[in-house]
């Protein structure tokens, strides 16, 4: 599976954004999906995840009530809507794939995921 991130940019605090990450292969409507981010000088953190069905979801608790994450699976595409942006909110954002069937929680940890999108840069300015 190829996934592909897009709709980083650059905008001001308390602005919205929309990443999307767009799937290639038949294995993303079995699998979960999740975002990362990663500041420059910092380890790669979990940001949400959303199970294969889009019943279940997890967030960071810095971004919860803020960020959304949707899937289509239809469209085999990822969504990460962010509200209310925060300088402390830029970084690259990555989405990635967990094929693992996970039936009590969605992994959180980057080293549980099997593929990964490229990244796309987020900066909030203050």
């Known amino acids: 599976v190829q996934l592909q991130a897009s709709g980083g940019g650059l905008v001001q605090a308390g602005d919205s954004l929309r990443l999307s990450c767009a799937a290639s292969?038949?294995?993303?409507?079995?699998?979960?999906m999740g975002w990362f981010r990663q500041a420059l000088g910092k380890e790669r953190e979990f940001v949400a995840a959303?199970?294969?069905?889009?019943?279940?979801?997890d967030y960071a608790d810095s971004v919860k009530g803020r960020f959304t994450i949707s899937r289509d699976n239809a469209k085999n595409t990822v969504y990460l809507q962010m509200n209310s942006l925060k300088p402390e909110d830029t970084a690259i954002y990555y989405c990635a794939g967990d094929a693992t069937f996970r039936p009590t929680r969605l992994a959180t940890v980057p080293s549980k995921y099997d593929y990964w999108g490229q990244g796309t840069q987020v900066t909030v300015s203050s």
């Open positions: 292969g038949r294995t993303f409507s079995n699998s979960d």
């Open positions: 959303m199970g294969w069905s889009g019943f279940s979801t």
